[in-house]
């Protein structure tokens, strides 16, 4: 009886595992190395034609400049006439934003790397001291999620060279949420420098993924000591 | 011989039909509902809807994503691979069979009295409607919940969901998928004499899983080369190769720069490598870009082809003119009060002035078309010229869910009504029986 029950049970689980497997049969697809075309479809008679033999150029270059992938001449105002004062010089796989890219349009260089240019990292220059060191670096931990630092945590931040000078370090994890984000980035590392004078405060910020930010450290300083203005050289 | 125990197709029946089976999959919606939920947050709606909703096995959880959602700080990545938890699609097929076999085929009674009810009420018979069966409101639920489901697998299959883009004086009678990805291949050179052109389509399911140096070659009798895809990208850009240093294939000074996907899945802009390969033995590479100005244009003796990455293209019975937009906003703002496209559309010879606003969609031979955004842009001749990006909505199914929802109300509350009146009759029984004793 028990032995007529398990091959009855035995049964029944076989016939549920073989309709599960044949419901699911219609979502494997075959991974074939070579394809028939058997699809076609009327294109509309409103539809324009497209360019014969157009270059690659001719093909990307107008609809990157018209997303503001690429600029199309030099920013104007006095970010543009700043920028003109630097020289920097971008690590290996690091790239300029596109233009348009900048949400806050304080940065006057602003640099993307990573494998999917998730990472950014730019500099900023503000007139005089722009509210203090300290304000401006918790300005950045409220902007991760994090509480403020105390004024001996700031003391005791490490110091690193930037513009021919040196400059207050810091770096440390959380949720990024920046300027005109709706919401935050889980997961995200800050990291950066700033040199605070009675004239002006250089801000070099690198933010993006854990990961990737860890890996572009080395990148990140050797960026920073890169940058100097112009006079000087 | 007697036998002792029932048959297979016995016990599969009583299993699919089983009340222990509904609460399971009732319970495993709600699991498969709430993990889908809150993974959207990181994931994106489409790429969660695919995953939980739209398949017959979850493949894997991101548990660190859910515990973030649920304001748990957990800062690492911990995906479950897990092919145990069944997907919306097999749960909501097996609640539907459960439904049919529990719910509607075991109320026989109900069922020939529900069938027979609207040739009574026409031919006047109303005495024979009595006496009613006692659960006709259940059957009357449980069927609305099985129009439901099929509902929802009508539009799955069948719903056509996209934009159309117009500047004012343009027309247009097809419009593109916001999700699916194809390749399109059309000869420019010479033109069809016809005038009729024709492209042939690879659809996006059949390249998109060509990542990482994956390649498939596409053929056909009617094209003078074939096509190798490889490298595809869900969302990236072309950059120069001058600009920036590179370690991808360059064409004509251009790579694809991959980008971050977008958890909006219509933002992102996808691309992928080609590599053509003539009937001479000649090659071509080439880089596709869904926004790209033009074709990859192909040599082929003298005709030139046109190979290009766009969103699936779906015809309209009808084609549609921009004539005007207009933009008001809430006096001294830039506030929007009121979009407003005034459009024609051209049907079977027939000119018709319509006008497509927030919240008063066009509708005309099964599809929806609604006012979505707009764009201003600088004409050739330096006037501002505006544009309208029309979302157009084609679902056979489209008002099923409202009926299932009317007429599962309707059955419940045929059902309370009953359930009442039995009460109300017991309980008067049972006081006029005190009464007498």
């Given at each position: 009886m028990n032995l007529k029950s398990d091959i009855i049970t035995w049964k029944l689980t076989r016939s549920v595992i073989l309709l599960a497997a044949l419901s699911a049969l219609p979502a494997c697809k075959r991974v074939g190395e070579r394809m028939e075309i058997t699809e076609s479809r009327d294109i509309s008679t409103h539809a324009a034609p497209g360019d014969v033999n157009a270059t690659s150029e001719q093909r990307f270059g107008p609809a990157l400049r018209a997303m503001g992938m690429e600029k199309t001449e030099a920013p104007q105002g006095q970010q543009s006439s700043l920028r003109d004062l630097l020289t920097w010089t971008a690590p290996s796989g690091w790239a300029e934003a596109p233009?348009?890219?900048?949400?806050?349009?304080?940065?006057l260089v602003d640099m993307r790397f990573g494998e999917k240019q998730e990472g950014e990292c730019y500099i900023s220059i503000m007139p005089g001291p722009a509210g203090g060191l300290s304000a401006n670096l918790n300005r950045w931990r409220k902007q991760m999620g994090q509480p403020d630092y105390t004024e001996d945590e700031i003391a005791k931040l490490p110091k690193k060279p930037l513009f021919k000078r040196e400059g207050v370090f810091a770096e440390f994890d959380g949720d990024y949420k920046g300027v005109g984000m709706s919401e935050a980035s889980k997961g995200y590392r800050l990291a950066g420098v700033i040199h605070s004078a009675e004239q002006a405060t250089i801000f070099v910020k690198m933010i993006g993924p854990k990961a990737v930010v860890e890996a572009n450290a080395v990148a990140f300083d050797q960026f920073c000591q890169s940058i100097t203005p112009k006079s000087i050289e | 011989m007697k036998p002792d125990s029932p048959s297979i197709p016995v016990l599969l029946f009583r299993f699919f039909r089983s009340f222990g089976l509904a609460t399971t999959v009732l319970t495993l919606l709600l699991i498969v509902t709430y993990l889908g939920t809150i993974e959207q947050v990181e994931h994106g709606l489409y790429e969660s809807q695919k995953k939980y909703f739209e398949s017959y096995f979850v493949s894997s959880i991101d548990v660190a994503c859910c515990l973030r959602a649920m304001h748990i700080p957990y800062q690492g990545t911990f995906d479950l691979p897990i092919y145990i938890l069944p997907g919306g699609y097999l749960l909501m097929l097996v609640l539907g069979v459960n439904m049919l076999l529990?719910?509607?085929?075991?109320?026989k009674k109900e069922c020939v009295w529900l069938a027979k009810l609207p040739l009574r009420v026409v031919t006047g018979r109303f005495a024979e409607l009595s006496p009613a069966p006692r659960a006709v409101g259940v059957l009357i639920a449980h069927m609305s919940i099985v129009f439901m489901l099929f509902a929802g697998l009508i539009s799955l299959y069948f719903k056509k969901d996209g934009a159309m883009r117009l500047q004012e004086g343009q027309t247009s009678d097809e419009f593109q998928s916001f999700h699916n990805s194809v390749i399109e291949i059309e000869?420019?050179?010479?033109?069809?004499k016809d005038g009729k052109r024709v492209s042939m389509v690879i659809d996006g399911g059949q390249y998109q899983d060509l990542v990482e140096g994956k390649g498939r070659t596409f053929t056909s009798k009617t094209l003078p080369f074939e096509v190798m895809v490889m490298n595809y990208e869900v969302n990236c850009v072309p950059r120069r190769a001058d600009a920036q240093e590179t370690n991808r294939t360059v064409v004509e000074n251009f790579f694809l720069q991959p980008l971050k996907e977008e958890l909006e899945q219509e933002r992102n802009t996808d691309g992928a490598y080609v590599k053509v390969k003539l009937k001479d033995g000649a090659e071509k590479e080439g880089i596709l870009w869904r926004f790209a100005g033009a074709p990859l244009s192909v040599q082929a003796g003298d005709e030139v082809w046109g190979i290009s990455l766009n969103r699936r293209a779906w015809k309209l019975p009808f084609s549609v003119r921009l004539d005007d937009f207009k933009r008001e906003v809430h006096p001294g703002t830039d506030k929007a009060r009121r979009f407003t496209a005034e459009v024609t559309v051209m049907d079977r010879g027939n000119d018709l002035k319509k006008i497509i606003t927030m919240n008063e969609p066009l509708r005309s031979r099964g599809f929806a078309l609604f006012q979505q955004s707009f764009d201003m842009g600088q004409a050739d001749d330096g006037s501002v010229r505006e544009s309208s990006t029309i979302q157009v909505v084609h679902n056979p199914s489209d008002h099923w869910p409202l009926i299932s929802c009317i007429a599962a109300g309707i059955g419940l509350l045929i059902h309370m009504v009953w359930q009442l009146v039995r009460y109300l009759r017991r309980a008067a029984k049972e006081t006029s029986a005190l009464k007498a004793s």
């Open positions: 233009a348009g890219s900048d949400p806050s349009g304080m940065r | 529990g719910g509607i085929i075991r109320l000869r420019l050179s010479p033109a069809p």
